[in-house]
C-alpha cells in the first residue's frame, strides 16, 4: 500500500496545460510541476509563455512552452503532436485556455459569442479528443482536468456582470465533464473539472478595479478572493493517483460563495 506522499507524487508524469502563461495557468502548471511532472505550456503569446518557462525553470520545474491559438480548430491537431513529440506522451492534460466578453444579453454581439465558445467550449473538446485519440486511450490511462468557473453553476445578480456566452461556455463545460467522464471510464481515464471563484487575473481585473477587492469578498463566507496557491491542491489531486476513484466531479474553489 503507497503512502500519502507516494499517492499524490507526479514524478515521472507529464502534463500539458493550455492558457498556462499566467494566472491559473501558470499557477496550475507550478503545482504539477512542483510536485515532479514535467510540462508543456500553451498560449497565443510567445513572450509571456518565455516568461512563464523561465519563472517555472527558477523553480525547478522542467517546462517547454508551444505557442497555439486554440480557437482555430486547425491549430489544435498540430499543437497536440508536437507536445506528445517532446513529452513522449500525455498523462495529464489541463484545459484552461479561456475568454470572457462583457455585454447586456440583448446587444450581445454574435462574434463575440462565438469567440467566447469557440476557445472555452469548442477547444476543450477538439483538444481532448486529440489527447485521447494520440496518447491517452491507446495507454488505457489518463488525467483530463477542464477548467470551469462558479460562472457555470448560476447566473449573476441583477447590476453585476453581463458574461452571458461566458456563463454559458462555463455550464457547457462541466457537463462536457460529466459525459466524457462517463464515456471514456473503461480506457482508464478520469476527467473532472475545478471550477474557480474570483480569483485576480488578467480577465478579472477590469471588474476588480471598479468594485473593489472587498466588495467582492464580502459575498464569500471566508470573506477573500482566491490567491495564488488555491488551485494548487485541487489540480494536483486530481492529477494524481490519490483521486484515481474520483471521477465526473466539479470541485468549486470559491470561498464558499456557491454554497450559501
Known amino acids: 500500500m503507497r503512502t500519502t506522499q507516494e499517492l499524490f507524487s507526479l514524478q515521472g508524469k507529464t502534463a500539458l496545460v493550455t492558457g498556462g502563461s499566467r494566472g491559473l495557468g501558470l499557477q496550475m ?17 510567445q513572450d509571456e509563455l ?3 518557462v523561465a519563472h517555472l525553470a527558477s523553480r525547478g520545474i522542467e517546462a ?9 480548430d486547425a491549430d489544435v491537431q498540430p499543437f497536440v503532436e508536437e507536445a506528445i513529440r517532446r513529452l513522449g506522451h500525455i498523462d495529464i492534460l489541463v484545459n484552461n485556455a479561456g475568454a470572457s466578453w462583457g455585454a447586456p444579453a440583448e ?8 469567440k467566447v465558445m469557440n476557445l472555452n ?4 473538446f477538439l483538444v481532448a479528443q486529440a489527447v485521447g485519440k494520440l496518447s491517452m486511450i491507446p495507454r488505457r490511462s489518463g488525467r483530463i482536468i477542464n477548467i470551469s468557473s462558479i460562472a457555470g453553476l448560476s447566473g449573476n445578480p441583477p447590476g453585476s456582470m453581463q458574461t ?9 463545460v462541466i457537463n462536457f465533464t460529466r459525459t466524457l467522464a462517463g464515456e471514456w471510464g473503461r480506457y482508464g481515464i478520469t476527467v473532472n473539472s475545478i471550477a474557480p471563484g474570483f480569483f485576480p487575473s488578467k480577465m478579472t481585473k477590469g471588474l476588480l478595479a ?15 478572493l482566491g490567491d495564488d496557491e488555491d488551485l ?3 489540480v494536483v489531486l486530481f492529477a494524481s493517483d490519490a483521486g484515481k476513484h474520483i471521477t465526473g466531479q466539479t470541485l468549486a474553489i470559491d470561498g464558499g460563495v456557491s454554497a450559501v
Open 121 to 124: 467550449v469548442r477547444s476543450v
Open 107 to 114: 446587444d450581445y454581439p454574435v462574434e463575440a459569442w462565438d
Open 232 to 234: 494548487k491542491g485541487a
Open 50 to 52: 518565455d516568461e512563464a
Open 64 to 72: 517547454s512552452a508551444i505557442a497555439a491559438d486554440l480557437s482555430q
Open 29 to 45: 502548471a507550478e503545482a504539477l510541476g512542483e510536485q515532479g511532472a514535467r510540462i508543456v505550456l500553451s498560449a497565443r503569446k
Open 210 to 224: 471598479k468594485m473593489g477587492a472587498d466588495a467582492l469578498a464580502k459575498d464569500a463566507p471566508l470573506n477573500r
Open 164 to 172: 452571458l456566452a461566458y456563463n454559458t461556455s462555463k455550464a457547457a
